[in-house]
């Protein structure tokens, strides 16, 4: 079983920046995707962005995309989500998980395996 760790959650001011980290271990991490997504209160969760093991990515929206940025370091086993521009609605718990090869971007029921999450807290 993969183990997948998110760190880097916080609270920030609108307007701010934050970096979130994942960690994994137990798959093969340079040819799985990676991706991020996100829960808020009462909401079902959502999904953020994906990078696939050829470092192509997408974004849930153009909105997201123009704001946050995900990357991957092979080496470290380690995908990251770089927020800006931070917005209180982006307040969630932000998770991390990964899907196999060829498996659909996006799409929750394609990830084979997901983190614990970390909560992120945007006030104005």
């Known amino acids: 079983q993969a183990e997948l760790v998110e760190s880097g959650g916080g609270m920030v001011q609108a307007g701010g920046s934050l970096r979130l980290s994942c960690v994994s271990s137990g798959h093969t991490f340079s040819s799985d995707g990676m991706a991020w997504f996100r829960q808020a209160p009462g909401k079902e969760r959502e999904f953020v962005a994906d990078?696939?093991?050829?470092?192509?990515?997408?974004y849930s929206t153009d909105s997201v995309k123009g704001r946050f940025t995900i990357s991957r370091d092979n080496a470290k086993n380690t995908v990251y989500l770089q927020m800006q521009m931070l917005k209180p609605e982006d307040t969630a718990v932000y998770y991390c998980?990964?899907?196999?090869?060829?498996?659909?971007?996006?799409?929750?029921?394609?990830?084979?395996?997901w983190g614990q999450g970390t909560q992120v807290n945007v006030f104005s």
């Open positions: 990078i696939s093991g050829w470092h192509v990515t997408r």
């Open positions: 998980a990964a899907r196999s090869r060829g498996a659909a971007p996006g799409d929750p029921t394609e990830y084979d395996y």
